[in-house]
């Protein structure tokens, strides 16, 4: 498999992000977004959802330049519509004004409802830890098939429905960062795995049948089977809650809601500033005291070190920022093709990325 250098990737992200009527502004948060993702080593949530947006375009699912709409304003709590607005700009706007407020008030609650896609979680709180801002994120997926089978469930009755917290660190970047979806892998993952041509890991996914696979291809392809959810009821019980937090309660599009083949994320966001817990050197040697102690055990059988989160998505992103990204040929075909079917010279894109 091919690495693409940074530079490349994102001129050619760039150049489609643009191609689909983006102000110039909103093409730098996406590509960047899109970029940094398959940085941060989460290729499911980078530059392979470009084909995905361009047929969300296409579909009147996916709108560009949205203006974040604020539907209540209580001071410590804010309700916005996004409707359907291009999902990183949207979320961006969203902590922007959840920073802001979170700054003047020492905490500020974020509803964010009904945008298309925000991608990678991770980078909102990153953006929230750059602030000064520790920060909790439920998020639920809509608008289109249920992806993952709840405890107990034959069936997919949720979507991947993430969940992010973070704390910010001394170097501007947070100094410990969850991300995860509540299956047991990101469908994106799936995705991936199917375009690469091998299998995922074993008790992430169930047949048509509700029997354990690890073929990706009817998941991906045909939408038969299901994501199962990690951890049992209890990973089960968080997707559910952030399926409650994240729309339910907060007015947005649930799963259960009419699915018109779109992407809809909503997300409820807790945002904190961290100065009203005490100075940042007190907090600091606090949170790397814990680290420390964590990594202090001795590994466990079968392992060679104790990572803790967010420590594989800075190893990546120090990784690929010099060695570049791999990307299949799948999915740079796939990429180019959008590109192609918004008018761009596939000759030129072909220029861009190689
Ligand atoms: N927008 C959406 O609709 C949507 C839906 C689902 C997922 N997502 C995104 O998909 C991405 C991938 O999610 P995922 O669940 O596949 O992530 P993952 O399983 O790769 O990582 C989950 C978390 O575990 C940590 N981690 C990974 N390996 C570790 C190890 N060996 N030791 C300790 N910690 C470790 C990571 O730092 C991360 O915080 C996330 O960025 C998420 O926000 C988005």
């Known amino acids: ?42 290729d499911s949530h980078g530059v392979g959802m470009l084909p995905t947006y361009v047929r969300l375009l296409h579909e009147g699912l996916l709108v560009p330049n949205q203006t974040l709409q604020t539907v209540s304003d209580a001071g410590a709590v804010l309700v916005l519509e996004a409707a359907r607005g291009y999902g990183q700009a949207m979320a961006r706007e969203a902590m922007r004004r959840g920073i802001a407020r979170a700054g003047e008030l020492g905490a500020c609650i974020v509803a964010l409802r009904n945008s298309a896609h925000i991608g990678r979680i ?37 979507g991947t429905n993430p969940v992010c917290a973070a704390v910010p660190g001394e170097d ?67 997707a559910v809650m952030a399926e409650i937090l994240g729309a339910a309660l907060i007015g947005g599009r649930t799963i259960k809601d009419e699915q018109k083949g779109g992407v809809v994320n909503s997300m409820l966001s807790v945002i904190i500033d961290t100065r009203r817990f005490g100075s940042a050197e007190r907090i600091a040697g606090d949170i790397d005291g814990v680290k420390s102690w964590i990594k202090a055990s001795r590994p466990a059988p079968g392992f060679e070190e104790i990572l803790l989160p967010g420590d594989p998505e800075r190893r990546s992103r120090a990784a690929r920022t010099s060695g570049g990204v791999p990307l299949d040929e799948r999915t740079l075909g796939e990429i180019l093709d959008a590109g192609a079917s918004l008018g761009l010279e596939r000759a030129a894109l072909e220029g861009l990325a190689g």
């Open 1 to 42: 498999m091919p690495n693409i250098p940074v530079e490349k990737l994102h001129a050619l992200t760039l150049a489609i992000v643009r191609a689909m009527g983006s102000s110039e502004q909103e093409a730098r948060e996406v590509a960047d977004h899109l970029v940094d993702s398959n940085l941060a080593g989460h």
């Open 122 to 158: 991770g980078t909102y709180a990153e953006f929230c830890a750059a602030a000064g801002m520790a920060s909790v994120h439920f998020v639920n997926v809509a608008d289109h098939q249920a992806y993952q089978a709840p405890y107990g469930c034959s069936d997919a009755r949720l």
């Open 172 to 238: 501007g970047g947070p100094a410990l960062l969850l991300d995860m979806a509540t299956s047991a892998i990101a469908f994106g993952k799936a995705r991936v795995a199917r375009n690469k041509g091998v299998q995922v890991p074993e008790n992430s996914l169930i047949d048509a049948e509700g029997r354990p696979t690890t073929d990706p291809v009817a998941m991906v392809d045909e939408h038969k089977g299901a994501l199962v959810a990690f951890g049992l009821h209890k990973g089960s019980g968080l």
